[in-house]
């Protein structure tokens, strides 16, 4: 009983996040989402069947990365008073990783699914903003 009451912890800290605030941010996920869309634009440029094997492999590595800075904004950033606030935050974030899946970036060479997938990161970006500014 003593060392349990030697041991608590005498001061308690919350965040709402994992870390403090600064950690996190959208121009991760924005910076490989252009990458993919310059790789579809310059696809589209190409005939050369090696050029354009290994402008795939990167988009679709790129694609991936996309999808994992939003997955780590949308389960660790976000916490259910954005969600209330903005309720269409999970339908965006949904859209938004589907966008840079194997239905749209990762399966995709049109550099139009690349600017889909920026205009979703966009919105995602505004809100994310505007939670940083009211925290």
């Known amino acids: 009983m003593r060392l ?27 910076i490989e989402a252009e990458s993919v869309k310059a790789i ?9 069947a090696d050029f354009r094997a290994r402008a795939i492999e990167i988009k679709e590595q790129r694609s991936d990365l996309v999808k994992h800075h939003l997955w780590v904004l949308w389960t ?13 935050l999970h339908e965006l974030f949904n859209k938004a990783t589907k966008a840079a899946g194997a239905s749209g970036t990762k399966g995709s060479n049109d550099p139009a699914t690349g600017q889909e997938l ?13 939670t940083k500014q009211a925290a």
């Open 40 to 48: 579809q634009e310059k696809y589209q440029g190409n005939d050369d």
């Open 118 to 130: 920026l205009d979703y990161i966009a919105q995602i970006d505004k809100i994310f903003w505007e």
């Open 4 to 30: 349990s009451r030697i041991l608590r912890p005498r001061l308690e800290a919350t965040a709402h996040c994992d870390l403090p605030c600064g950690v996190y941010d959208p121009a991760q996920a924005r």
């Open 76 to 88: 660790d950033y976000f916490k259910p008073p954005h969600f209330e606030k903005y309720p269409e």
